[in-house]
C-alpha cells in the first residue's frame, strides 16, 4: 500500500489543522493506520491509530483530548483532526499503514510509510 499524507501547515497557537493520509490499494479497510510525528532534534512518536480488526482507537497522552483519528473507507483516507495546537506540536507527521490484525504504538509496528507533511505551529 502507499500513502499520501497532506494537510500541513502554519497555524497559530490554540488553531486546528486536518490532516489526510491517502492510501492506494483495494483492502484499505483491513490496514490499521498510524499516524507518528518527529520534531526538530527528537525522536519519531506515535500520535495516534486507528484499527481496522475491533475498531479501536489510541491516542498519545499528549495529544489526548485535542487530537482525533477518524477514517472513510470509502475514500481510502485516513484524518487527523487537530484542535487546541501548542508550539509543541510542531513536527514533521508521517502517516504509516500495517495488516496485522492487531499493532501497537511503535513505529516498528507499522510496515508501509508516506512522506511527511510539515506542521508548525507559532506562538
Known amino acids: 500500500v502507499q500513502l499520501q499524507a497532506s494537510g500541513g501547515g502554519l497555524v497559530q497557537a490554540g488553531g486546528s489543522l486536518k490532516l489526510s493520509c491517502a492510501a492506494s490499494?483495494?483492502?484499505?479497510?483491513?490496514?490499521?493506520i498510524g499516524w507518528f510525528r518527529r520534531a526538530p532534534g527528537k525522536e519519531r512518536e506515535f500520535v495516534a491509530v486507528t484499527r481496522w480488526s475491533d475498531y479501536t482507537t489510541s491516542y498519545a497522552d499528549s495529544v489526548k483530548g485535542r487530537f482525533t483519528i477518524s477514517r472513510d473507507n470509502a475514500k481510502n483516507t485516513v484524518y487527523l483532526q487537530m484542535n487546541s495546537l501548542k508550539p509543541e506540536d510542531t513536527a514533521v507527521y508521517y502517516c504509516a499503514a500495517d495488516g496485522r490484525f492487531w499493532v501497537g504504538l511503535t513505529h516498528d509496528d507499522y510496515e508501509y510509510w508516506g512522506q511527511g507533511t510539515q506542521v508548525t505551529v507559532s506562538s
Open positions: 490499494g483495494r483492502t484499505f479497510s483491513r490496514y490499521s
